[in-house]
């Protein structure tokens, strides 16, 4: 059992930048490929990008690619997301996953265990 707890969610301009954290309580995180997700008012969750377990594999969504990165930290049970260069089209609840597969999944259907989100809201 993985519990996942997102924080560092807010309301920016667009432009700027947040990181989101996504703690991990339970056995065996350092085993368990990372995804972030975001679901937006009335839209389908949809992958943002994902770190294999050892942190050295990324993958990202094209909307994504080149404003945010994912990171990890074992030693601490963390996932990051640095998000840069914000626009008003990325707010949405933010969600850390995790799944047992040994590479960064992209269907909601591969990941055991989700979080309860955070909001990011981004301004024009």
């Known amino acids: 059992q993985v519990q996942l707890v997102e924080s560092g969610g807010g309301l920016v301009q667009a432009g700027e930048s947040l990181r989101l954290s996504c703690a991990a309580s339970?056995?065996?995180?350092?085993?368990?490929?990372m995804g972030w997700w975001r679901q937006a008012p009335g839209k389908e969750r949809e992958f943002v990008g994902g770190?294999?377990?050892?942190?050295?594999?990324?993958r990202y969504a094209n909307s994504v690619k080149g404003r945010f990165t994912i990171s990890r930290d074992n030693a601490k049970n963390t996932v990051y997301l640095q998000m840069n260069s914000l626009k008003p089209e990325d707010t949405a609840v933010y969600y850390c996953a995790a799944t047992s597969l040994g590479y960064i999944a992209t269907l909601t259907k591969d990941y055991q265990y989700w979080g309860q989100g955070t909001q990011v809201t981004v301004s024009s």
């Open positions: 770190i294999t377990w050892s942190g050295i594999g990324t």
């Open positions: 339970g056995r065996a995180f350092t085993t368990y490929s």
